[in-house]
Protein backbone atom coordinates (compact mmCIF):
# COMPACT_ATOMS: atom_id res chain seq x y z
CA UNK A 1 0.00 0.00 0.00
CA UNK A 2 1.86 3.68 -0.70
CA UNK A 3 1.44 6.08 2.14
CA UNK A 4 1.49 9.76 1.76
CA UNK A 5 2.21 12.70 3.88
CA UNK A 6 3.02 16.14 3.65
CA UNK A 7 5.32 18.01 5.66
CA UNK A 8 6.37 21.97 5.78
CA UNK A 9 10.28 21.88 4.22
CA UNK A 10 12.41 25.04 5.03
CA UNK A 11 13.87 26.82 1.77
CA UNK A 12 17.37 26.61 1.79
CA UNK A 13 17.51 29.73 -0.13
CA UNK A 14 14.92 32.21 0.85
CA UNK A 15 13.83 30.14 4.26
CA UNK A 16 10.12 30.03 3.13
CA UNK A 17 8.10 27.06 4.70
CA UNK A 18 7.02 25.00 1.55
CA UNK A 19 4.22 22.50 2.30
CA UNK A 20 6.05 19.17 0.46
CA UNK A 21 4.68 15.74 -0.42
CA UNK A 22 6.52 13.29 0.47
CA UNK A 23 5.90 8.81 -0.10
CA UNK A 24 6.94 7.49 2.49
CA UNK A 25 5.14 3.97 1.14
CA UNK A 26 5.34 3.05 -2.94
CA UNK A 27 3.49 0.31 -4.26
CA UNK A 28 4.14 0.12 -8.04
CA UNK A 29 1.11 -1.13 -8.67
CA UNK A 30 -1.70 1.44 -7.14
CA UNK A 31 0.88 4.34 -8.38
CA UNK A 32 2.73 3.66 -11.54
CA UNK A 33 3.78 7.24 -12.29
CA UNK A 34 6.03 7.14 -8.78
CA UNK A 35 7.20 4.18 -10.00
CA UNK A 36 8.24 6.06 -13.27
CA UNK A 37 9.59 9.01 -11.39
CA UNK A 38 11.71 6.80 -9.33
CA UNK A 39 13.22 5.06 -12.78
CA UNK A 40 13.51 8.47 -14.19
CA UNK A 41 15.26 9.95 -11.01
CA UNK A 42 12.92 12.59 -10.45
CA UNK A 43 11.40 11.14 -7.64
CA UNK A 44 13.24 13.15 -4.84
CA UNK A 45 13.46 16.69 -6.84
CA UNK A 46 12.53 19.74 -4.59
CA UNK A 47 11.67 23.43 -6.08
CA UNK A 48 10.42 26.13 -3.62
CA UNK A 49 7.78 27.77 -5.51
CA UNK A 50 8.53 31.04 -4.03
CA UNK A 51 12.45 31.38 -5.46
CA UNK A 52 12.41 28.59 -7.76
CA UNK A 53 15.38 27.08 -6.05
CA UNK A 54 15.92 23.58 -6.60
CA UNK A 55 16.92 20.90 -4.46
CA UNK A 56 17.16 17.05 -3.68
CA UNK A 57 14.83 16.24 -0.96
CA UNK A 58 16.01 12.93 0.15
CA UNK A 59 14.06 10.89 3.07
CA UNK A 60 13.36 7.04 4.08
CA UNK A 61 11.25 5.34 1.49
CA UNK A 62 9.75 1.15 1.45
CA UNK A 63 9.03 0.69 -2.48
CA UNK A 64 6.80 -2.64 -2.68
CA UNK A 65 5.85 -4.51 -6.26
CA UNK A 66 3.12 -6.95 -5.11
CA UNK A 67 3.13 -8.72 -8.57
CA UNK A 68 6.70 -9.02 -9.12
CA UNK A 69 7.19 -9.89 -4.89
CA UNK A 70 9.77 -7.69 -3.81
CA UNK A 71 10.11 -4.41 -1.12
CA UNK A 72 13.33 -2.44 -1.60
CA UNK A 73 13.72 -0.27 1.93
CA UNK A 74 15.68 3.00 0.50
CA UNK A 75 17.89 4.03 3.56
CA UNK A 76 19.56 7.63 2.11
CA UNK A 77 23.15 7.92 3.62
CA UNK A 78 22.42 4.91 5.56
CA UNK A 79 25.00 3.37 7.10
CA UNK A 80 24.15 3.05 11.01
CA UNK A 81 21.33 0.86 12.78
CA UNK A 82 18.82 2.35 9.55
CA UNK A 83 21.59 0.12 7.09
CA UNK A 84 21.41 -2.63 9.30
CA UNK A 85 19.39 -5.65 8.10
CA UNK A 86 16.07 -5.51 9.89
CA UNK A 87 14.11 -8.76 10.43
CA UNK A 88 10.27 -8.67 9.90
CA UNK A 89 10.51 -12.68 9.59
CA UNK A 90 7.99 -13.22 12.33
CA UNK A 91 6.32 -10.08 12.42
CA UNK A 92 4.88 -10.15 9.25
CA UNK A 93 4.04 -13.30 8.32
CA UNK A 94 2.34 -12.24 5.01
CA UNK A 95 5.81 -10.78 4.05
CA UNK A 96 7.02 -14.63 3.43
CA UNK A 97 8.55 -15.33 -0.51
CA UNK A 98 8.66 -11.70 -1.02
CA UNK A 99 12.23 -10.71 -1.62
CA UNK A 100 13.26 -7.82 0.80
CA UNK A 101 16.49 -5.12 0.40
CA UNK A 102 17.99 -2.42 1.91
CA UNK A 103 19.83 0.36 0.40
CA UNK A 104 21.15 3.71 1.08
CA UNK A 105 20.62 5.65 -2.37
CA UNK A 106 18.18 6.68 -4.95
CA UNK A 107 20.30 5.46 -7.43
CA UNK A 108 20.57 1.96 -5.66
CA UNK A 109 16.95 1.97 -5.42
CA UNK A 110 16.60 1.91 -9.33
CA UNK A 111 18.63 -0.52 -10.04
CA UNK A 112 17.23 -3.01 -7.75
CA UNK A 113 13.63 -2.08 -9.46
CA UNK A 114 15.27 -2.49 -12.79
CA UNK A 115 17.55 -5.70 -11.80
CA UNK A 116 14.02 -7.69 -10.13
CA UNK A 117 11.52 -6.22 -13.44
CA UNK A 118 14.23 -7.94 -15.36
CA UNK A 119 13.76 -11.10 -13.51
CA UNK A 120 16.95 -11.16 -12.53
CA UNK A 121 18.72 -12.75 -9.36
CA UNK A 122 20.31 -9.47 -7.67
CA UNK A 123 23.33 -11.99 -5.77
CA UNK A 124 24.12 -12.93 -9.74
CA UNK A 125 23.94 -9.54 -10.97
CA UNK A 126 26.13 -8.00 -8.29
CA UNK A 127 28.91 -11.16 -9.04
CA UNK A 128 28.81 -9.78 -12.64
CA UNK A 129 29.55 -6.39 -11.83
CA UNK A 130 32.06 -7.19 -9.10
CA UNK A 131 33.78 -8.97 -11.78
CA UNK A 132 33.67 -6.07 -14.62
CA UNK A 133 34.41 -3.57 -11.69
CA UNK A 134 37.89 -5.84 -11.16
CA UNK A 135 38.81 -5.48 -14.67
CA UNK A 136 38.45 -2.16 -15.02
CA UNK A 137 40.86 -2.01 -12.19
CA UNK A 138 43.33 -4.18 -13.35
CA UNK A 139 43.18 -4.04 -17.29
CA UNK A 140 42.42 -0.02 -17.62
CA UNK A 141 44.02 1.36 -14.21
CA UNK A 142 40.51 2.87 -12.96
CA UNK A 143 39.01 2.53 -9.93
CA UNK A 144 35.39 2.25 -9.95
CA UNK A 145 33.38 4.16 -7.15
CA UNK A 146 29.81 3.02 -8.24
CA UNK A 147 28.61 0.29 -10.71
CA UNK A 148 24.78 0.15 -11.70
CA UNK A 149 23.08 -2.25 -13.32
CA UNK A 150 21.26 -1.25 -16.77
CA UNK A 151 19.75 -3.21 -18.88
CA UNK A 152 20.09 -7.23 -19.45
CA UNK A 153 19.18 -8.96 -23.67
CA UNK A 154 19.26 -12.68 -23.79
CA UNK A 155 18.71 -11.83 -27.47
CA UNK A 156 21.90 -10.51 -28.05
CA UNK A 157 23.06 -12.17 -25.34
CA UNK A 158 24.55 -9.32 -23.52
CA UNK A 159 24.20 -7.58 -19.97
CA UNK A 160 25.08 -4.17 -19.46
CA UNK A 161 26.19 -1.78 -16.72
CA UNK A 162 27.69 1.75 -16.21
CA UNK A 163 30.54 2.54 -13.67
CA UNK A 164 31.68 5.83 -11.98
CA UNK A 165 35.39 5.65 -11.99
CA UNK A 166 37.49 7.98 -9.71
CA UNK A 167 38.02 11.27 -11.49
CA UNK A 168 36.00 10.59 -13.99
CA UNK A 169 32.47 12.36 -14.78
CA UNK A 170 30.96 10.76 -17.61
CA UNK A 171 29.82 6.37 -16.29
CA UNK A 172 31.62 3.98 -18.33
CA UNK A 173 29.80 1.72 -20.07
CA UNK A 174 30.67 -2.01 -19.76
CA UNK A 175 28.86 -5.16 -20.97
CA UNK A 176 29.40 -9.00 -21.05
CA UNK A 177 27.38 -12.03 -21.80
CA UNK A 178 24.59 -13.44 -20.23
CA UNK A 179 26.71 -16.81 -20.16
CA UNK A 180 28.46 -14.52 -17.16
CA UNK A 181 25.41 -14.21 -15.77
CA UNK A 182 24.07 -17.79 -15.80
CA UNK A 183 27.27 -18.89 -14.51
CA UNK A 184 27.11 -16.33 -11.88
CA UNK A 185 23.76 -17.66 -11.00
CA UNK A 186 24.98 -20.94 -10.12
CA UNK A 187 27.48 -19.87 -7.60
CA UNK A 188 24.65 -17.90 -6.10
CA UNK A 189 22.57 -20.64 -5.78
CA UNK A 190 25.12 -22.83 -4.73
CA UNK A 191 26.15 -20.33 -1.72
CA UNK A 192 22.35 -19.32 -1.48
CA UNK A 193 22.30 -16.57 1.15
CA UNK A 194 18.42 -15.48 0.26
CA UNK A 195 17.37 -14.63 4.06
CA UNK A 196 13.39 -13.57 3.66
CA UNK A 197 13.02 -12.60 7.19
CA UNK A 198 15.61 -9.97 6.60
CA UNK A 199 15.67 -6.42 4.60
CA UNK A 200 19.56 -6.82 3.82
CA UNK A 201 21.61 -5.07 1.74
CA UNK A 202 23.09 -7.26 -1.69
CA UNK A 203 25.88 -5.20 -3.04
CA UNK A 204 29.38 -4.95 -3.61
CA UNK A 205 30.03 -6.37 -0.33
CA UNK A 206 27.78 -9.19 -0.82
CA UNK A 207 29.89 -9.94 -3.97
CA UNK A 208 32.92 -9.67 -1.93
CA UNK A 209 32.16 -11.81 0.35
CA UNK A 210 30.49 -14.43 -2.13
CA UNK A 211 33.88 -14.61 -3.95
CA UNK A 212 35.55 -15.04 -0.90
CA UNK A 213 33.88 -17.83 0.56
CA UNK A 214 33.69 -19.46 -3.46
CA UNK A 215 37.22 -19.20 -4.11
CA UNK A 216 37.82 -20.55 -0.18
CA UNK A 217 35.57 -23.48 -1.06
CA UNK A 218 37.10 -24.63 -4.39
CA UNK A 219 40.42 -25.14 -2.42
ZN1 LIG B 1 12.82 29.52 -1.86
Known amino acids: MSTQMSKDVGCPNCAAAVRTEMWPGVCAQEHPE???????????DWTCPGC??????????????????FMVYLAP???GDEFRPVDVGSRFPQLAGVKKRVVCSPAALKE???????????FAVELVKFALADMLTQKDGKKPVQGYFCEADEGSNRIAFSFFTEGEAEPLMRK??????RKSLEIARKLSREDEDCFEPVDALTARDMMQEYLA???
Do not use: Q, V
Open 34 to 44: LRERLLGETFF
Open 52 to 69: GYTARFEYPCLYHDRERK
Open 77 to 79: GGS
Open 112 to 122: KILIFEAGLDD
Open 176 to 181: TSMDAY
Open 217 to 219: DGE
